[in-house]
């Protein structure tokens, strides 16, 4: 028994030996970001310098007739993995992927208006996940479809159970075991006429920890015409638990390219917090933002101030961030 189990294991080393002697063409890029940050008056800033780092790796080839792709993106201190994707190309069926943090289906289009830098509601308080007013469920452990029919972008997601960025051979051991799906559908008006327009919709059926499932719809639309974009968004997230929130967003911008280098944007968000199934009060938050950014080659600066009342649907809640930031590609 023990000769037989050698056997095995030699075999299979060398198979993996041969799986590994295909070449893969492999590429690298970073950016590293210096950043100021001011943060509202009831906050506490401390040190106002912080710098991120991004290393990303992609690497993509042929197995047995299909283009296998592979992205890891580390960030910071490259304590570890920050986000990862492995896709296959389909051809013109399209592309299947495992998503671990990249981004699909139906947060990919979670705010599409117009922005010179970051969104307006970049660096406030409780600014990301669906109880802001932003649709889509997490994208880690996610198994995505991306596709294109008739001039129609298709990006459709997929989560078992809890979304998490589980290890090899690992399961969340948490979670309702229940399932979240949804859809992001995007286009341009130039199939009826009208160059310039972007449109997009999505929906989703997203699990909760209450075991039940939130309703995610939006819709947006962006108009471009010389160095000026405009645009605007409408989302609505149905609770489905007891006690739930739901939540109506309705968001504009504009953005202006005023030369090769230099754009500025404005953009103004209402975020409905509707009455629960307490019936306690509703209440609107109401923010807004300003973006401006030069380019120079591969480094740029971008000044952005965001403010916010009425955060997260609590009352005389307020907030504000500010931040100067220099970027370097490589």
């Known amino acids: 028994m023990n000769n037989l189990k050698k056997v095995g294991l030699t075999a299979l080393a060398g ?75 389909l051809g013109d069926m399209g592309t299947l992927a495992f998503d671990q943090g990249s981004g699909s ?35 880690y452990g996610v198994w995505n479809y991306v596709g294109n029919y008739a001039g129609m972008g298709v990006n459709a997601s997929f989560t078992k159970g809890s979304a998490t960025a589980n290890g090899d051979g690992g399961a969340s051991g948490t979670g309702n075991g229940g399932t979240s799906w949804d859809i992001a559908l995007t286009g341009s008006g130039s199939s009826f006429g009208m160059e310039g327009l972007a449109l997009g919709v999505g929906y989703g059926d997203i699990s909760n920890d209450a075991e039940a499932t939130d309703e995610h719809l939006t819709a947006f639309a962006n108009y471009t015409t010389g160095m000026v974009t405009i645009g605007v968004q409408q989302s609505q997230i149905t609770k489905g638990a007891a006690g739930g929130v739901d ?32 019936l306690s009060a509703k209440v609107t938050e109401v923010g807004d933002g300003i973006n401006v ?37 490589f």
């Open 105 to 139: 289906g139906l947060s990919t289009i979670d705010d599409k208006t117009p922005t010179a830098g970051e969104e307006i509601w970049d660096g406030l308080n409780g600014a990301t996940g669906d109880e802001n007013g932003l649709v889509g469920s997490s994208n």
């Open 15 to 89: 198979s993996l030996a041969a799986v590994s002697a295909h070449a893969a063409e492999m590429s690298v890029s970073g950016a590293t970001m210096l950043t100021y940050t001011s943060k509202g008056p009831s906050e506490v800033t401390g040190n106002p310098f912080g710098m991120k780092t991004n290393l990303s790796f992609t690497a993509s080839g042929d197995v047995n007739g299909y283009t296998v792709s592979y992205m890891q993106t580390s960030a910071d201190k490259f304590a570890g993995m920050s986000s990862a994707r492995m896709s296959i190309d």
């Open 293 to 329: 950014a030069y380019t120079m080659g591969s480094a740029k600066i971008l000044v952005t101030h965001n403010e916010v009342d009425g955060n997260i649907g609590a009352a005389g809640s307020s907030d504000e961030n500010t931040e100067v930031a220099l970027s370097f590609a």
């Open 247 to 278: 939540q109506a967003t309705l968001a504009g911008g504009i953005a202006i390219n005023i030369n090769d280098d230099l754009s500025v944007s404005y953009g103004k968000r209402h975020v409905e917090y509707k009455e629960d199934k307490a």
